[in-house]
């Protein structure tokens, strides 16, 4: 059994919409927990709800029910106010489209997140370096995004969500807009880096390759989650 406390838990999770005269269910008594250290394969057909439970996962979506658990900590019912603050420096977010702001070079991108969260300008430009150096991005620090390739692009991304040393990392299809063989590369450096920062992650893939190589796979299968 593990002992730690969950990174990321998910207790009895339901969320339906309004659809017509009823409505729709997404989830329906939903449990999952990552623990720390743990990368964590989110599957599921298209439409399966993938997407909205990473939304609610990471406090940018209330729950119709349940209880959403962050290091121990239920979040589900938080203000604004206090779900951004555990957003800011709890939880680290990476999307299939990198969403790196243009005007600012590599190192600005990893640096901006942490200032925002209070950190010195020395201590943010630090750890930016340390972050993109390990992502093999040493020579193209000082690059703009429109000088980067798609995968340098999003191995920027992926320090940016890293910068403020989250306890859970959300990915939605990380890899999904990049060829074979760059993401095959970034998908790599991404679980490296988070075995080495010991977070707990939550990915969303539909690249079952890829997902057999993470700790283990949560399937998201009409509404509940099947392990394995």
């Given amino acids: 059994m593990n002992t730690k406390v969950p990174a990321l838990e998910l207790r009895g999770l339901a969320r339906s919409y309004a659809e017509g005269k ?6 329906k008594d939903l449990d999952l927990s990552v623990y720390p250290g743990e990368i964590v394969a989110l ?13 609610i996962a990471g406090l940018l979506e209330a729950p119709s ?24 420096i709890g939880i680290g977010f990476v999307y ?17 997140p942490q200032l925002i969260a209070g ?13 993109l150096t390990r992502m093999g991005l040493k020579p193209r620090m000082e690059h703009r995004p429109a000088e980067l390739s798609g995968g340098e692009q999003q191995r920027v991304a992926i320090a940016r969500a890293l910068a ?28 490296r880096l988070i075995a080495e920062e010991g977070l ?21 299968d009409q509404g509940r989650i099947v392990e394995g």
């Fill in 200 to 220: 707990g992650a939550l990915v969303a893939t539909h690249n079952h390759e890829l997902a057999a190589g993470m700790s283990r796979i949560a399937r998201l």
């Fill in 22 to 27: 009823g409505r729709l269910e997404v989830f």
């Fill in 164 to 191: 403020n040393k989250p306890l859970l990392l959300l990915a939605d299809e990380p890899t999904g807009n990049l060829d074979p063989g760059t993401a095959a590369n970034v998908h790599q450096e991404l679980l």
């Fill in 119 to 131: 950190a010195t300008r020395e201590a943010a430009r630090t750890r930016a370096e340390d972050l």
């Fill in 43 to 55: 599957v599921g057909q298209s439409g399966s709800g993938k997407s909205s439970l990473l939304h």
């Fill in 96 to 112: 299939q489209f990198h969403h790196l702001l243009p005007e600012f070079t590599a190192l600005e991108n990893v640096i901006m």
């Fill in 65 to 88: 029910a349940g209880e959403v658990l962050i290091a121990g900590q239920n979040c589900a019912r938080l203000d604004d106010a206090a779900r951004t603050r555990i957003r800011r």
